[in-house]
């Protein structure tokens, strides 16, 4: 393992630095239901910053550790905690929502990233970017229990309950993969655009969409027939994806433009493109559909937008280079 992890690939073989460095367990029942949060992982900082989505300010700044450059973080829907990913620490950090300090750390793989975890954060998944497998950690043991050999350079995850599904952005292998969660075997491998990074899934689960990092566009993923469907154009350098409550409308970062580019899923158009920070890389969206936030990587900024106007409305200074890779915003408990 290189002292220095880089994840970083140049233009020389997609033209462009990602920039990777630069790319729950249920507790017991609280007596304070805490606030909805958004976590922004800074990876130049070793930091995350908390956002509270109530009054849209930025409530405290969480320590990783000196050259941890955080990346991925993973939310649930029911559960206590938050889960970071730390490339250069090799492992993982936990977060308790209800005082917003780190727990545990716990060592994973040799290039940790992408991170998700199932509705009650009971199991959380990790992509090793070097090592080419998907761990799966029991966070009621706090215990590694199973390792997943996937394609090359995995990134984006998402994990769909009602299938026991997760499903998997090979970079390299320009596939994704999707993984049955019970016997940890892989079901099916469908090719995508080139370099498959963010992925998102569709509420109703009929639908997931592979952000192509190479080929500047977004594979649309019918479930059930485990093909892609459809293939809309975007931005230049796409990044990651977040989509409204009803399913209705998509949102994807372009790193190289700037911009958000706004889609109805409905007719796979894009309908708007919205200006935002330098080099956007994360994005979410609120419970209620209202707001989307995306880190800006380049400038060390979140920009919040209000989903009714397409307008961004805020914008926050975070640490420096805000990653927020994955679902980043956590749900009422």
């Keep these: 393992m290189p002292k220095q992890i880089s994840l970083a690939f140049t233009k020389a073989t997609f033209k462009k630095v990602a920039f990777f460095l630069v790319g729950i367990s249920m507790l017991t029942a609280c007596a304070t239901v805490p606030p909805s949060y958004a976590f922004i992982t800074n990876q130049l900082d070793d930091s995350v910053s908390v956002i509270d989505i109530a009054t849209q300010n930025i409530v405290k700044t969480i ?6 450059r955080p990346a991925g973080i993973a939310t649930s829907k029911t559960g206590h905690q938050v889960f970071v990913s730390n490339p250069e620490g090799l492992e993982i950090a936990v977060i308790d929502i209800n005082t917003l300090e780190v727990t545990n750390h716990i060592p994973v793989g040799a290039g940790p990233v992408g991170i998700a975890s199932n509705n009650d954060g009971s199991r959380v998944y990790i992509a090793d970017w070097y090592q080419n497998y998907i761990s799966v950690f029991n966070a009621d043991t706090s215990k590694i229990i199973a390792t997943i050999p996937v394609g ?3 990134a984006g995850l998402i994990v769909d309950d009602a299938l026991h599904r997760l499903y998997v952005a090979n970079r390299d292998d320009n596939t994704v993969m999707i993984v049955d ?6 079901l099916k491998t469908i090719e995508v655009g080139t370099a498959p990074f963010g992925l998102v899934l569709s509420p109703d689960g009929k639908s ?13 993923i019918d479930t059930q027939q485990a093909k892609v469907v459809d293939t809309i154009a975007v931005g230049e350098w796409p990044y990651c994806a977040a989509i409204s409550p009803d399913g209705n409308t998509l949102y994807i970062t372009n790193q190289d433009d700037s911009t958000l580019s706004v889609i109805d899923t409905r007719s796979s158009s894009v309908i708007d493109t919205i200006d935002v920070g330098d080099t956007p890389d994360g994005v979410d969206i609120t419970e209620d559909g209202q707001f989307i936030y995306v880190a800006n990587w380049g400038e060390g900024t979140v920009s919040i937008i209000d989903s009714t106007t397409n307008k961004v409305i805020s914008t926050l200074e975070t640490g420096k280079g805000p990653r927020a890779f994955g679902q980043f915003i956590t749900k009422s408990q």
């Design 181 to 186: 969660t019970k016997h940890y075997g892989v």
């Design 152 to 154: 090359k350079s995995p």
């Design 63 to 68: 320590a990783m550790g000196e050259g941890k």
């Design 208 to 220: 997931i969409y592979s952000v192509n990092v190479g080929s500047n566009n977004v594979s649309v």
